[in-house]
């Protein structure tokens, strides 16, 4: 796998899918409480900021600022926990939770591709023919109002945490993103406004489909063992960067800037594989900087 480049207070999309399609992230109450507390817990831990959670069946999204460059950390943290506590909540032994390979964290390079991002995973439940709207998901979501103005708050679950000395209350505020923190009434309008369109392309997709919608009950009572069978593409690109609809040049950019940096890191590695440990890994480097002690450029 290429290596990753990381930035100081990057913006993420990041999908997490489970093992075989099942539904062990099946909203309930419980469920729901769980995932809050430990995306509270784990982004307090690590100075994440959560725009946006949502919680589908067999998967999640998240949109989040990483000021620390510690995203890969926050997300082994957070999949640890869940996957351990699924296994005792669930009844799943030592199965495996997490699909292999799977783990999306896509760099959003434009305040326009932020924005369709949390739009996009408000509107995830509609999109897979679950609700007719974003707001009806039973599970872990939010809304454009919500941005900036809510909060993710849990309390200890009853079972798996009950070992240690764990927090009995844990919360994190839906922060506003970065570019639009001064101005917190145009992010929610933007947000709102991209939720809408993709609502309506999405309800028109599933009526092209001929889907018929689960609704919020059937959600709720479907088996957490069970596979989903509808038809998914395999193969598919799993991209490092996003830049947002019409963002062409900064899209290019980042490709270009992407395909530099993985030429520095490859020719600093092979040097370093060869014994020279003052050889400098270019910016954006990160795990041979905290697990390594490498050396590291600065950035500009």
């Known amino acids: 796998m290429p290596p990753r480049y990381i930035r100081p ?27 809050r507390w430990l995306i509270a817990l784990t982004a307090n831990e690590f100075d994440v900021e959560v725009h ?29 926990r869940l996957a351990r506590a ?3 909540y669930r009844r799943y032994g030592r199965r495996v939770i997490w699909e292999p390979g799977k783990l999306s ?48 708050s849990g309390t200890l679950p009853p079972f798996y945490f009950i070992a240690e000395d764990w927090p009995l209350d844990a919360s994190t505020p839906i922060t506003v993103p970065p570019d639009y923190r001064d101005d917190p009434e145009t992010a929610r309008a933007l947000i ?13 997709e599933v ?5 018929t919608v689960l609704g919020r009950i059937g959600a709720m009572n479907v088996s957490p063992y069970r596979c989903a069978k509808g038809w998914e593409a395999f193969g598919k690109l799993n991209p490092h960067i996003a830049a947002g609809r019409g ?4 899209r290019i950019a980042a490709i270009e800037r992407l395909r530099e940096f993985r030429a520095a890191h490859r020719e600093a590695k092979a040097r370093w ?5 003052d050889v400098v890994f270019p910016a954006g480097t990160y795990w041979m900087r905290v697990h390594h002690r490498a050396r590291v450029a600065p950035f500009d």
């Open 9 to 35: 207070d990057a913006t993420y999309a990041i999908c997490r899918r489970i093992e075989g399609r099942r539904f062990l992230l099946r909203p309930d109450a419980e469920l729901n409480n769980l995932f």
């Open 52 to 80: 946006v959670a949502t919680v589908m069946s067999t998967h999640f999204h998240l949109v989040v600022t990483v000021p620390n460059e510690n995203v890969s950390d926050f997300m082994h943290r957070l999949d640890m």
């Open 86 to 88: 699924l296994q005792v």
């Open 105 to 152: 964290i896509v760099e959003l390079e434009t305040s326009r591709a932020v924005i369709e991002a949390i739009a996009y995973a408000m509107v995830n439940p509609v999109e897979a023919g679950l609700v007719y709207r974003p707001e009806d998901w039973p599970g872990v979501t939010a809304s454009p109002e919500d941005i900036g103005t809510a909060d993710i």
């Open 192 to 204: 709102a406004e991209e939720v809408e369109a993709q609502t309506a392309a999405a309800r028109a």
């Open 207 to 211: 009526k092209r489909k001929g889907w």
């Open 247 to 250: 963002e062409k040049a900064a």
């Open 273 to 277: 594989i060869a014994g020279d440990r």
